[in-house]
Nanobody
Framework: QVQLVESGGGLVQTGGSLRLSCAAS????????MGWYRQAPGKQRELVAA???????NYVDSVKGRFTISRDNAKNTVYLQMNSLKPEDTAVYYC?????????WGQGTQVTVSS
């Protein structure tokens, strides 16, 4: 079992920045990839960014150049630095961890970008 606790969401104006954090606990040795998903009202949940334990990262096209995912393996934490935020980034952001093919999710944190 893996437990994920997110923090760092909030309200920000267009062009602003936020940093999300996700701390993992439990069977952390089994975690391969960690990432961030988001779900806006009326839309499907989408992958925003992911990072493997080996350091490979990938991003959805809409956030490339603005968001950066990073992992601190010593702290079992993954971060999402979000810069140049846009109203269309407004969503609930969920931390995700992949462990032996099983998905674990955080509780979600709201990010709201005002125009």
């Amino acid at each position: 079992q893996v437990q994920l606790v997110e923090s760092g969401g909030g309200l920000v104006q267009t062009g602003g920045s936020l940093r999300l954090s996700c701390a993992a606990s439990g069977s952390i040795f089994s975690i391969n990839a960690m990432g961030w998903y988001r779900q806006a009202p009326g839309k499907q949940r989408e992958l925003v960014a992911a990072a493997t334990s080996g350091g490979t990262t990938n991003y959805v096209d809409s956030v490339k150049g603005r968001f950066t995912i990073s992992r601190d393996n010593a702290k079992n934490t993954v971060y999402l630095q979000m810069n140049s935020l846009k109203p269309e980034d407004t969503a609930v952001y969920y931390c995700n961890a992949d462990s032996y093919g099983l998905d674990y999710w955080g509780q979600g944190t709201q990010v709201t970008v005002s125009s």
